[in-house]
Every structure is written in structure tokens, then in C-alpha cells.
């Protein structure tokens, strides 16, 4: 009788864990026209890769635009263009350098300037070193990793900070205004060469999802605000698949549909993505088998 009740307790077990992670990282409604068009949105980084598909994808909702890259002929003479005959009412190109706080505020200021307010903060610019840690000597290593944080981290923060004013006034109960930060499947769990990028990567998620909480309880920005981290495997753009070995270009996700997924949590207020979803298993499995590898790596010695 007492392992008939504890089968039944954990096969309810397996069920309620089984819809959780299938309602938080593999279900999200269909998104509606209507609950984009129109919309200010903000796209760093957005001259290739995955924020010039998601440039795409907004327009296709007829948001209006500020693309923000360095590459800002790439943006004007490319992008824009293409932002406009996929149906975006409006685009507008910003030269933009992460690393400079103050291209941060300007770019903030610059929106609301053009559009009179914020409505969806997607934060993609990117800097990454991809080599063995000791290749380089330590004040190399030093230097990378100011950089790097310069850049991906504290050019998401400053950024962030600058907009949240702005957001909160453009949100609502009904539909909140959004901060999506891409991040990396690198800053969950350590993958090969990838420390410093990698580290820049964790505390990115590190504190959107902290912010995801604080936004939640703030009597300031609560339900008007949300925040996203979209942690994303190997997905198929020209760079990702430069630096990656051939064999795994089959595991690549495709571009359009990770802009769509990443699109579809920050309206339905995800806290977190993984993309592909069933990456969302690597950093659980991590945790779970490290300690085993290293205790039966003990038992070798």
C-alpha cells in the first residue's frame, strides 16, 4: 500500500514539474497584431546577427523603430530599408557605442525625442573574446575583461537605467512596457572558451533577473514594467557559426523563429527564455552531474 501511495505521489510530482517547465519555457499564446503595432521599441546591436532579425520581426507588427548599432551606414543603407518593406511606420538610425555611458543616455534621450516615449528596451549589443583563458598573459586578460564588461554588461545597465523612467510612464496593467536582455546559454554554465564572454554573459542574467523581481514588488514600477532574459544556444547567424566547429552548425537553431520566441516571453512578461527550449535542461544537468565527475575524478587520484 505504501508504494502504491508513493508512486501515485511521484508520478503528481512528474506531472506538475513536467507543465511547469512546459507553460514557462515551451508554450506562449500566439501573439496578437494588436499588441505590438505601433510600439516604440528600442533594438541595440542591430545592424546583424539576431537583433537585425528582430528588427525584422518588430516591422512586421508595424512597430515603430530606433536602431542602434556602431555600423550605423550598415543600419541606414541596409536594415532600415528592409525595416520599412517588412511594414515598420517608422525607423530611425542611431550610431551607438555601449562601452560610453553617456552614448547610453543619449541614446535614451534621442528616442524620446523621436518618439515621445519608450515602450520595449531590447538590449543586444555584444563584444566576445573566444580563446583559452591562460593563451593570454594576466594584463591581457584584465584588459578583455574591462572591455568586455564595458560593453555587455554595464552598456545593457547604463542603458537600462536611463530608460526605466520612460517605460514605467509608457506601461500599463494591461500591457506593460519591456526590457528584454539577450544573453547566452555561456553565462549559465562554463563552456569552452568562453570565461571572460561568458562571465559577461552570467551577470547579465544575473541581474535582469534580479530586476524581474524588483519590478514585480516595486509600488514604483510594478505590473508596468517587465523584464526578460533570453538565454540562447547556438543559433544560426553568420558570426555565431564562424567561430563554432562545423559539427555542431547541426544543433543551430534558426534566426527568424529565436527573434520570434524571444519576441513572444517579452510580451507575455517571461522572466527568463532558453532558445532552443530544450537547451533550458543543460544548466540542471550541469549542476546535477559536476559533482559526480568530480568526485569519481577524485577517486582516479
Known amino acids: 500500500m505504501i508504494g502504491v501511495f508513493t508512486l501515485i505521489i511521484l508520478i503528481v510530482i512528474i506531472y506538475a514539474l513536467s507543465y511547469y517547465l512546459y507553460k514557462n519555457y515551451f508554450y506562449f499564446p500566439p501573439i496578437e497584431h494588436e499588441q505590438l503595432k505601433n510600439k516604440r521599441v528600442i533594438i541595440t546591436g542591430a545592424s546583424r546577427g539576431i537583433g537585425e532579425q528582430l528588427a525584422y ?3 512586421r507588427y508595424n512597430c515603430r ?3 542602434a548599432a556602431r555600423s550605423i551606414d550598415v543600419l541606414k543603407n541596409k536594415i532600415a530599408i528592409n525595416c520599412r518593406n517588412f511594414g515598420a511606420t517608422q525607423v530611425e538610425c542611431i550610431e551607438f557605442d555601449a562601452s560610453k555611458e553617456q552614448a547610453c543616455i543619449e541614446l535614451i ?3 524620446v525625442e523621436y518618439y515621445q516615449g519608450i515602450d520595449i528596451l531590447v538590449l543586444n549589443h555584444t563584444a566576445s573574446v573566444y580563446a ?14 574591462k572591455k568586455l564588461m564595458d560593453t555587455n554588461f554595464f552598456g545593457y545597465f547604463q542603458t537600462t537605467m536611463s530608460a526605466l523612467p520612460h517605460l514605467s510612464e509608457s506601461g500599463t496593467d494591461k500591457q506593460p512596457s519591456q526590457i528584454i536582455a539577450i544573453s547566452s546559454l555561456a553565462g549559465t554554465c562554463p563552456l569552452p572558451q568562453t570565461t571572460i564572454y561568458g562571465t559577461t554573459k552570467h551577470a ?12 514585480r514588488i516595486s509600488p514604483l514600477y510594478k505590473n508596468r514594467v517587465t523584464s526578460t532574459v533570453a538565454m540562447l ?4 547567424t553568420d558570426q555565431a557559426l564562424g567561430v563554432t566547429n562545423k559539427n555542431l552548425h547541426i544543433l543551430s537553431a534558426d534566426v527568424r523563429k529565436t527573434a520570434q520566441a524571444i519576441i513572444a516571453a517579452g510580451i507575455y512578461g517571461q522572466s ?15 549542476y546535477i552531474l559536476t559533482p559526480i565527475f568530480n568526485y569519481l575524478a577524485c577517486l582516479e587520484h
Open 57 to 59: 520581426e518588430y516591422s
Open 204 to 215: 547579465i542574467q544575473g541581474f535582469f533577473l534580479n530586476l524581474a523581481r524588483e519590478l
Open 233 to 236: 544556444g547556438l543559433i544560426a
Open 109 to 111: 534621450e534621442k528616442t
Open 65 to 67: 523603430l530606433i536602431l
Open 272 to 286: 527568463h527564455v532558453f532558445y532552443p527550449y530544450l537547451f533550458g535542461l543543460i544548466p540542471p544537468l550541469y
Open 132 to 145: 583559452p583563458f591562460f593563451q593570454d598573459d594576466i594584463p591581457t586578460n584584465i584588459t578583455n575583461m
